[in-house]
Structure formats: structure tokens, C-alpha cells
């Protein structure tokens, strides 16, 4: 179980928009700490997307972005591709557990 | 380019020790906080360890006290001491440079991976 809870998947068509949710508590998103998303694809080592709740890496698109509210943070994926096939990961820091912690992950298919 | 090579991944058998490195190159390493993350077949990932310039260090509960991280500033290497290796300790080791300020830092970027199997 991780601390921070994602969809196990979604999936949408060419052109779409899709949004990956990922839901903390009081210790950690909603202590104020960053949420930053890291995209792996098949077989790859992850890759940061988004970072600082919003901000995105020079030579990421910007069909990606990223949101944050409360204890919640989203990752909106618009135009979607057949290359954004991956998994998701959201990630922040807890302070109860004294420990840097991911999302259980999101596999993204576009149908 | 900023490059991280991890080594030393394996198949050992359990309470067996095995220890990993991760040579860096193309930034100044000795200036980074230097993180381990690792990834179980088919699961998600998980922070395993951190240590800073000054080498404080940071483990998560799973490994404190069985795994020892390290770091090599004049041969820009990070490396990680893992002994009385469970099969829970099974994955894909990544290592990964630390950006942003502490508690709200994120992992940029990943190395390859190296594949460590704990299996009798």
C-alpha cells in the first residue's frame, strides 16, 4: 500500500486528455511538500516530467502539466500520443515517516 | 551530459551481502545530494536511501540497519552496502541525483538500473 494513492490505470485516444490523480494526507502533500511526476516508459529507467508541483524540464511538451491542491496533486495529459504510453509516478516527502515517497504508479494506455 | 552507470547487481542468496556502485560524470557530483530507488518486478518504486554533500544520510525503514550508503567524492561514485539481503530486497536498484532543496527535492536524473535477485 503506498502512501500516496493513484488510479491503477486510464486510458484514453489519440488527440484525448486524461488526468492522474494522486491523493496524500496531512504528512506529506498537504504538509506543503512538493509533488513532483516521473513518466517510465516500457523497459526505461523513470524520467522526471513535472517537478515542484507544476514545472516542467526543458524538452518536456506542454501537453503536460501539473496541479496541486490540498492533499491532492494531478498530472493532465492533453493531445494525447501513442508514444505517452508509460507508467506515472507522483512523489513527495513525508514527514511522520521521515521518508521521500512515490505513487503506487498509473499505466496510461491510449486505445 | 549528466550520466549515472550503476554496477554490481546480482543473484545472491538470502542473508548474503552485496554491494553496488553508481559512477557519476558530466556535473560536479561532489555538489549533489545522491539518492538510491529501487523498483521489485513489476511494482512500483521505492526511496531506499539519500546522503547529502555533508553525508548525512537517510535510509527507509526497510533497509535501516542492513543497507549503508556511501559516497566517493574524488572518484565521483555513490555506492550502497547491502547485507543480510532478504527476498523482498529483489529489483531493479536505480541510482539518481537529487534536485531541488531537501524535503522538497525530486530525482533527476536516473541511471539504468542495476537488477539485484535475492533467491535461494
Known amino acids: 500500500q503506498s502512501v500516496l494513492t493513484q488510479p491503477p490505470s486510464v486510458s484514453g485516444a489519440p488527440g484525448q486528455r486524461v488526468t492522474i490523480s494522486c491523493t496524500g494526507n496531512?504528512?506529506?502533500?498537504?504538509?506543503?511538500?512538493?509533488v513532483h511526476w516521473y513518466q517510465q516508459l516500457p523497459k526505461t529507467a523513470p524520467k522526471v516530467l513535472i517537478y515542484?508541483?507544476?514545472n516542467r524540464p526543458s524538452g518536456v511538451p506542454d501537453r503536460f502539466s501539473g496541479s496541486k491542491s490540498g492533499t491532492s496533486a494531478s498530472l493532465a495529459i492533453t493531445g494525447l500520443q501513442v508514444e505517452d504510453e508509460a507508467d506515472y509516478y507522483c512523489?513527495?516527502?513525508?514527514?511522520?515517516?521521515?521518508?521521500?515517497?512515490f505513487g503506487g504508479g498509473t499505466k496510461l494506455t491510449v486505445l | 551530459d549528466v550520466q549515472l552507470v550503476e554496477s554490481g547487481g546480482g543473484l545472491v542468496k538470502p542473508g548474503e551481502s552485496l554491494k553496488l556502485s553508481c559512477a557519476a560524470s558530466?556535473?560536479?557530483?561532489?555538489?549533489?545530494?545522491m539518492n538510491w530507488v529501487r523498483q521489485a518486478p513489476g511494482k512500483g518504486l521505492e526511496w531506499v536511501a539519500s546522503?547529502?554533500?555533508?553525508?548525512?544520510?537517510f535510509y527507509a525503514a526497510s533497509v535501516r540497519g542492513r543497507f549503508t550508503v556511501s559516497r566517493d567524492n574524488a572518484e565521483s561514485s555513490l555506492f550502497l552496502q547491502m547485507n543480510s539481503l532478504r527476498a523482498e530486497d529483489t529489483a531493479v536498484y536505480y541510482c539518481?541525483?537529487?534536485?531541488?532543496?531537501?524535503?522538497?527535492?525530486?530525482?533527476?536524473?536516473w541511471g539504468q538500473g542495476t537488477l539485484v535477485t535475492v533467491s535461494s
Open positions: 539518481a541525483r537529487d534536485k531541488g532543496g531537501l524535503r522538497y527535492n525530486w530525482f533527476d536524473p
Open positions: 558530466g556535473f560536479f557530483f561532489t555538489s549533489y545530494t
Open positions: 546522503i547529502t554533500t555533508g553525508s548525512n544520510i
Open positions: 496531512s504528512s506529506n502533500i498537504g504538509a506543503g511538500y512538493d
Open positions: 515542484g508541483n507544476i
Open positions: 512523489q513527495s516527502y513525508d514527514d511522520s515517516l521521515s521518508a521521500w515517497v
